[in-house]
């Protein structure tokens, strides 16, 4: 069984440009959910996507957005980037997000985003 | 969320046993422990997890104490390999959160194994 598939595995942007990452979940997983991890402040929930719908937001700017298609497959957008959106962005997917117990939850490699 | 507390750092020497401590004081009763490893620049690579028996499997052990207040994650026989920052987070599992996924995670643990 193929695990989480994050493309592209690196990626370098300048200010002010938008950059749109992918997330395939494992199959037959629902439940994709995304994070950034900085040096600085470590790893942060962005948002979850459950049936194509948002559940969950973490604290960031509106920037910041994602989107979930009828296959389970994921991709986050930032607009207008700035030099602090450098990062490891990485997904993470489940079969529910948690509904049933003993789930396990799985994340993929990430995507290095570097912002020049 | 529950928040967890680790050592910020850990050696252990190649071979031997290496034991992992998390306290996390304020789990609810629907809270999973989970565990997991990041080697640098890699996604977070998952270990084990538990709801209050002890666990077992492949990779390591997991001891979880009858309060559930704190729990100890043990690599059996530590290799070079197992050098990496391991993260102890605490999971809502449940039918009521149902598509409700939202990890909040701490600094982790940064183990080197020693040679």
Redesign the interface.
Known sequence: KAG?T?TPRYLIKTRGQQVTLSCSPISGH??V?W?QQTPGQ????LF?Y??E?Q??K?NFPGRFSGRQFSNSRSEMNVSTLELGDSA?Y?C?S?S???????????????T?LSVL | DAKTTQPTSMDCAEGRAANLPCNHSTISGNE?V?W?RQIH??????II?G?KNNETNEMASLIITEDRKSSTLILPHATLRDTAVY?CIV?????A????????????TRLTIIP
Do not use: C, D, I
């Open positions: 989480v994050q629902r439940s959910s994070y470590g790893l942060q929930f979850e459950f049936s719908t559940r969950n973490g490891l990485l993470a489940s529910t997000g948690g509904g049933l117990a003993n789930e396990k939850l799985f994340f993929g490699s990430g290095q | 999973y989970y997991y620049s890699q996604g977070p690579q998952y997890h709801l993260y999971r809502v599992v449940g039918l959160n149902f598509g409700n996924e939202k990890l909040t995670f701490g600094t982790g």
